[in-house]
Nanobody, 119 residues
Framework: QVQLVETGGGLVQAGGSLRLSCAAS?????MAWFRQAPGKERDFVAA????????YYADSVKGRFTISRDNAKNTVYLQMNSLKPEDTAIYYC???????????????WGQGTQVTVSS
């Protein structure tokens, strides 16, 4: 069983930046970030392989968000730049055996951290 804890959310103005962190209690393989806005489904944001050799991004965040990881710290990061009001959501960290965009592919989830972008 792996526990995931996200930190780094908050309130930021449009155009600003935030960095989310997700600390895992043990070794993880593929890691991903998803987000869920009120009344909407949970959407894929970004994913990274254990070696960091492969990364995936949703089209809506490509060029603005960067996913990275530090395996020595069992931590994955999401650097979010040029934030927009439509990025407002609860952001969830997930861990699983394979690098996928499908939330069903991930076995472990964090509790989520709120990101609010004001216009």
């Amino acid at each position: 069983q792996v526990q995931l804890v996200e930190t780094g959310g908050g309130l930021v103005q449009a155009g600003g930046s935030l960095r989310l962190s997700c600390a895992a209690s043990g070794r993880t393989y593929a890691m991903a970030w998803f987000r869920q806005a009120p009344g909407k489904e949970r959407d894929f944001v970004a994913a990274i392989s254990r070696s960091s050799a492969a990364t995936y991004y949703a089209d809506s965040v490509k060029g603005r968000f960067t996913i990275s990881r530090d395996n020595a710290k069992n931590t994955v990061y999401l650097q979010m730049n040029s934030l927009k009001p439509e990025d407002t959501a609860i952001y969830y960290c997930a861990a699983g055996p394979n690098l996928r965009r499908d939330p069903d592919a991930y076995d472990y989830w964090g509790q989520g951290t709120q990101v609010t972008v004001s216009s």
